[in-house]
C-alpha cells in the first residue's frame, strides 16, 4: 500500500515538474554562464577548464558569475552536452530535472528503510509539491543537481552507519562527499555534516575503530579533490582564488545580492513560512520532539536536523547569502523532518483514540497538507510563472508576495 501511495505521488511530482519547462522567457546570467562552460569543455574536452580559468582570472568582470571551479556540476553538464547531444539551456534544466525526479525517489527510500510509511509519504509528498524544487527545476542552474548529491550523502551516510562494515558503501558515501565539495563553495557544509555525524554514531555504539575509518576516508577524499583541482587548474592557489571570487565580487555583482538576497537574518525563515506554513510547523516539532533522546533512537533523526539547522544558518548569518537557491542541499532532509514531526503528532495524539476517531484524525492531517500544498503551488506560481522573478532570493520573493 506504501509503496502505491509514493509511486502515485511521485508521478505527481514528475507532471508537476514538467508543466512549466518550457515557458521560461529568459535565462539568467548564471544559467548562460554554466551552459558556457559546459559546452566549451564537452566540445574541447577537460583540458578547456584550465583556460576557463585563466580566463575568469584575468576579467574582473567575469567575477559577477559562478566561478569555473565548480566542477562537479559543470562536468556532469558537460557530460550530458557531449553523450546525448544536446546544447544550451535544454541540457542544463534535463540535468535539473532528472536530479529533481531522482530526490523524490530517494527520499522515498530514505524514508522507508529509516523511518516509516508515514513519515516517507508526508516527506515525499512536501518534496513533490515544494515551491523552491517546482522554481529550480526549470531552470539551468545546479542547486537542483546540489540538492540531489546533497541527499545522497544523507543517505550513503545511513548506509555506512548501519552497515558500517561494508566497504564499497564506504567508498561511495566518500565519492558523493567529494563531488558536493567540487560543486559548490557550500558543499563541504553537506560533506562535513555527515562526516561528523558520523563519527559521533559511531563513536557513541562503541566502534571507534569505524569513527576512524570514516575520518581517513574523509581525508583522503579531501585529499583526492586537492589533486583534481591542481590537475585541472594547475595551481591550488589559482583555484582557491577563482572560487573565493563569488564572495568578493565587483560593484555590479554586489548590488544585485543586495537588492536580492539582503536583509535581516531572519528572511529565510519568514520566506518558507510564507510558502507553507504548515511544512516549517512540522519540521520544527521534528526537531524538538524526538521519540527518544536516547542516540540509538534518536540518530536517524539527528543527521536530517543537523543538515537544515547547518544550511539555515548559513543561510541566514552569512552576509548575502539569503535565497532559496542556497537552501537546496537540505530540501530533502528538511521535507523528511517535517514528516517525522507528523508523524510524532499523530502518534501522540491517537495514543488515546478509538479506531473511528483515529481515522479522523489520519483524514485531518491528510486535508491540513493537501491544503498547504495548493497554498505553495499559487506561490510558486505568483513568483515563478507570473513575476517570473530571476532568482529565489527572499527580498525578491516577499516583494512578489507583498510580505
Avoid at 176 to 191: D, E, N, S
Avoid at 217 to 226: H, I, K
Avoid at 249 to 259: Q, T
Wanted: net charge positive; charged share 15%.
Amino acid at each position: 500500500m506504501a509503496i502505491a501511495v509514493l509511486a502515485t505521488i511521485v508521478l505527481g511530482g514528475v507532471i508537476l515538474r514538467s508543466l512549466h519547462l518550457d515557458d521560461v522567457t529568459q535565462r539568467t546570467p548564471d544559467e548562460r554562464t554554466y551552459i558556457g562552460y559546459a559546452t566549451r569543455i564537452a566540445q574541447q574536452g577537460p583540458g578547456a577548464e584550465r583556460k576557463i580559468i585563466a580566463e575568469f582570472e584575468a576579467d574582473e568582470q567575469l567575477w559577477n558569475y559562478p566561478p569555473p571551479t565548480r566542477v562537479g556540476h559543470i562536468f556532469l553538464l558537460a557530460a550530458v552536452t557531449r553523450v546525448f547531444g544536446t546544447e544550451g539551456a535544454f541540457a542544463g534544466v534535463a540535468l535539473s530535472w532528472v536530479c529533481s525526479i531522482l530526490s523524490l525517489i530517494l527520499t522515498a527510500r530514505i524514508g522507508l528503510r529509516y523511518f516509516n510509511a508515514t513519515i516517507a509519504i508526508t516527506a515525499v509528498f512536501l518534496l513533490a509539491t515544494s515551491f523552491a524544487e517546482l522554481a529550480l527545476v526549470r531552470r539551468a542552474w545546479q542547486d537542483s543537481t546540489f540538492g540531489f548529491f546533497s541527499l545522497l550523502v544523507i543517505y550513503l551516510a545511513l548506509e555506512v552507519s548501519r552497515t558500517p562494515n561494508r566497504a564499497w558503501v564506504h567508498a561511495t558515501f566518500h565519492l558523493a562527499g567529494a563531488w558536493c565539495v567540487l560543486m559548490k563553495q557550500t558543499g563541504p557544509i553537506v560533506y562535513a555534516v555527515a562526516l561528523l555525524w558520523l563519527m559521533a554514531d559511531l563513536g557513541f555504539r562503541e566502534r571507534t575503530r569505524g569513527a576512524l575509518r570514516v575520518a581517513l576516508g574523509g581525508a583522503t577524499a579531501l585529499a583526492l579533490v586537492v589533486v583534481l583541482m591542481i590537475v585541472l587548474t594547475g595551481s591550488l592557489a589559482v583555484a582557491w582564488s577563482s572560487a573565493i571570487h563569488s564572495y568578493a565580487m565587483p560593484p555590479e555583482g554586489m548590488g544585485y545580492l543586495i537588492s536580492c538576497c539582503g536583509g535581516p537574518w531572519w528572511q529565510v525563515g519568514w520566506t518558507v513560512a510564507l510558502a507553507n506554513p504548515l511544512a516549517l510547523s512540522l519540521a520544527a516539532v521534528g526537531i524538538v520532539a524526538p521519540v527518544s533522546f536516547r542516540w540509538s533512537t534518536w540518530r536517524y533523526v539527528a543527521l536530517p536536523a543537523a543538515m537544515v539547522l547547518a544550511f539555515l544558518a548559513s543561510v541566514s548569518f552569512m552576509p548575502l547569502r539569503q535565497s532559496l537557491r542556497y537552501t537546496s542541499p537540505a530540501h530533502g532532509a528538511f521535507c523528511l523532518l517535517a514528516g517525522y514531526g507528523l508523524w510524532r503528532i499523530l502518534e501522540f495524539c491517537s495514543r488515546k483514540l478509538e479506531p473511528g476517531q483515529r481515522w479522523a484524525l489520519y483524514a485531518m492531517a491528510t486535508s491540513a497538507l493537501l491544503i498547504a500544498a495548493v497554498g505553495e503551488y499559487r506561490v510558486f506560481e505568483a513568483v515563478s510563472i507570473e513575476a517570473e522573478t530571476p532568482d529565489l532570493g527572499t527580498l525578491q520573493i516577499r516583494q512578489v508576495l507583498g510580505r
